[in-house]
């Protein structure tokens, strides 16, 4: 007998979204910042464009309270903003706000968040999982990197310090299962897929941007 059992979900995503993941994490501007070769101000213009994904994120997340599949991957203990805000003041002074602004890919990116979140819990998930699980995963070495790197203590990576989640491989494991049992039809499941898809691609496009907008000081080119 044939095994029709469809793969589970999260392991669905995972494999249809590899080769999206190394385009992202292997974008110019991450590279070379995690190589060392990127300034400061870089760094500060990186954390400016999560300001705004965050904000997105985390008010479609208080829309998205209410539904009831939604609501099983929404919790406090992943919030992001007060530690982004906290970042960006510590970095750029009391008048953070005034100083930042969000590039073309960063808006295009909050703007397609905000939208899934208005109207489809299944899209609103795959944009929480996409950058949550990233963060639980890449992010907490990303984040050591960043500290060594710019003699942060806790100060200007508050953002990569999740104090509410003390085993990042137990959470992810148990968001997974969620995913697992969300109870999606086959051709939902396709579109939440989709749409993890386009996330990868807007977080490679913000890299892109980011490379364009700020020259790489020190990088020998060619
Ligand atoms: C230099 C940058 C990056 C590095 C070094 C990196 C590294 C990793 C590693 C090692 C894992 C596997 C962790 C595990 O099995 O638990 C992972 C998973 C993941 N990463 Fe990245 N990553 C990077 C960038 C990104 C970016 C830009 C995104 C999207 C915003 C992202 C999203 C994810 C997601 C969603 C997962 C979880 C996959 C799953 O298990 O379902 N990563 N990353």
Same mark, same amino acid.
């Given at each position: +007998? @044939?095994? @029709? @059992?469809?793969?589970?979900?999260?392991?669905?995503?995972?494999? &249809?979204?590899?080769?999206?993941?190394?385009?992202?994490?292997?974008?110019?501007? +991450?590279?070379?910042?995690?190589?060392?070769? /990127?300034?400061?101000?870089?760094?500060?213009?990186?954390?400016?464009?999560?300001? !705004?994904?965050?904000?997105?994120?985390?008010?479609?997340?208080? &829309? +998205?309270?209410? $539904?009831?599949?939604?609501?099983?991957?929404?919790? #406090?203990?992943?919030?992001?903003?007060?530690?982004?805000?906290?970042?960006?003041?510590?970095?750029?002074? %009391? *008048?953070? &706000?005034?100083?930042?602004?969000?590039?073309?890919?960063? =808006?295009?990116?909050?703007?397609?968040?905000?939208?899934?979140?208005? @109207?489809?819990?299944?899209?609103?998930?795959?944009?929480?999982?996409?950058?949550?699980?990233?963060?639980?995963?890449?992010?907490?070495?990303?984040?050591?990197?960043?500290?060594?790197? !710019?003699?942060?203590?806790?100060?200007?990576?508050?953002?990569?310090?999740? *104090?509410?989640?003390?085993? %990042?491989?137990?959470?992810? #494991? =148990?968001?997974?299962?969620?995913?697992? *049992?969300?109870?999606?039809?086959? $051709?939902? &499941?396709?579109?939440?897929?989709?749409?993890?898809?386009?996330?990868? /691609?807007?977080?490679?496009?913000?890299?892109?941007?980011?490379?364009?907008?700020?020259? %790489?000081?020190?990088?020998?080119?060619?």
């Amino acid at each position: +007998m @044939t095994d @029709t @059992t469809p793969l589970p979900l999260s392991a669905l995503i995972r494999e &249809r979204t590899k080769d999206a993941h190394s385009s992202s994490e292997g974008a110019g501007f +991450m590279s070379s910042l995690l190589r060392g070769e /990127r300034s400061r101000d870089d760094y500060i213009a990186l954390v400016a464009q999560h300001f !705004f994904i965050y904000a997105a994120l985390e008010s479609g997340a208080d &829309r +998205m309270r209410e $539904d009831p599949i939604a609501a099983r991957f929404i919790t #406090n203990r992943l919030t992001r903003l007060p530690a982004i805000e906290a970042d960006l003041e510590f970095l750029l002074g %009391p *008048d953070w &706000r005034d100083r930042i602004t969000a590039l073309d890919a960063t =808006a295009r990116y909050a703007t397609r968040i905000e939208q899934v979140a208005e @109207t489809w819990p299944g899209g609103f998930v795959a944009h929480h999982y996409t950058r949550y699980l990233g963060d639980l995963s890449g992010g907490l070495h990303i984040g050591r990197v960043i500290k060594r790197q !710019f003699g942060f203590d806790t100060n200007g990576a508050r953002f990569y310090v999740f *104090d509410d989640v003390a085993d %990042p491989t137990e959470f992810k #494991n =148990a968001y997974r299962e969620q995913l697992d *049992d969300a109870p999606w039809a086959e $051709d939902e &499941r396709e579109r939440v897929i989709a749409e993890v898809l386009c996330a990868y /691609r807007f977080n490679t496009e913000v890299f892109e941007q980011l490379a364009e907008a700020h020259s %790489p000081g020190g990088v020998v080119v060619g």
